[in-house]
């Protein structure tokens, strides 16, 4: 018996308690590691809930103003290449702007754009939320397939895509025109996480504050790089053209698809 013990207590030796003591360290330092993990993902879900909350509340209570819209497009505008996954809690716009089209587009652009204005005043809908911040919106977007319904905000901001989808570029909903709209991939059933889903035939419906709704057929599908910006083209012949723009599940390409009235 006496033999036994002793043995045991060669068999423990200094290296061995040496080892025990970093595995308690480390077995430590991985449970505050994971709870510090788990803490910012239980924030970043808790954020993303109250942002589309105020998502919905803009649905339900957007107050109609009327507003003269004196804008034109000149040859010199640009458009910021934003990002649209969602990964992280902080989004930044990226500093390098790229041009929308080239000069000749552009001008074909401005024409068809002063048509649509024409110097009429238009409607934008507005609604100050809970944050004591007021939003603007254009209109609704609703597609039925992938249980989308969000308002869609004036303008395409980082801050503003964590609120909802965002108008990206060229015409007014329901419009003769390009209507672009950014959203958020988070890669669940937020914003537009399952428009990569949308195949050729879903409907998606526009409403704009007119109270008008046209829907629109999905014919086309595909990725482009994020400095791709060839699907904001405005050249549309006379038709009316509504595309969606996200990113990719692993966010290095942007999914865009695109859909025309019936």
Not at 39 to 57: F, L, T
Not at 75 to 98: F, H, R, Y
Not at 155 to 161: A, K, V
């Amino acid at each position: 018996m006496n033999q036994i013990l002793v043995t045991k207590k060669i068999y423990i030796t200094p290296e061995l308690k040496r080892k025990k003591k970093i595995y308690k360290i480390n077995f430590i330092l991985s449970i505050i590691l994971i709870t510090i993990l788990f803490s910012i993902y239980v924030y970043a879900e808790y954020d993303r809930n109250k942002n589309e909350d105020v998502s919905r509340d803009i649905l339900n209570g957007m107050v109609i103003e009327e507003k003269k819209d004196t804008t034109t497009i000149s040859s010199e505008d640009e458009v910021w290449i934003i990002a649209l996954d969602g990964g992280g809690n902080e989004q930044t716009e990226t500093n390098e702007k790229t041009n929308v089209v080239n000069n000749e587009q552009k001008n074909e652009t401005n024409k068809e754009n002063k048509i649509n204005q024409n110097s009429q005043s238009q409607l934008v809908g507005k609604y100050k939320a809970s944050n004591g911040k007021t939003y603007n919106t254009v209109g609704t977007i609703n597609i039925p397939s992938i249980n989308v319904n969000y308002p869609i905000l004036t303008e395409t901001s980082d801050s503003l895509l964590k609120i909802s989808v965002c108008k990206f570029w060229g015409a007014d909903p329901n419009q003769v025109g390009n209507f672009c709209i950014a959203g958020h991939n988070y890669r669940n059933t937020r914003f537009f996480s399952k428009v990569p889903n949308l195949v050729v035939g879903d409907i998606i419906e526009i409403t704009d504050l007119y109270n008008k709704t046209l829907n629109y057929e999905v014919y086309d599908k595909y990725t482009v790089d994020p400095q791709d910006v060839s699907c904001t083209s405005q050249l549309t012949n006379g038709k009316k053209i509504v595309t969606l723009i996200t990113c990719t599940n692993d966010s290095k390409q942007r999914v865009v698809v695109q859909a025309k009235e019936v």
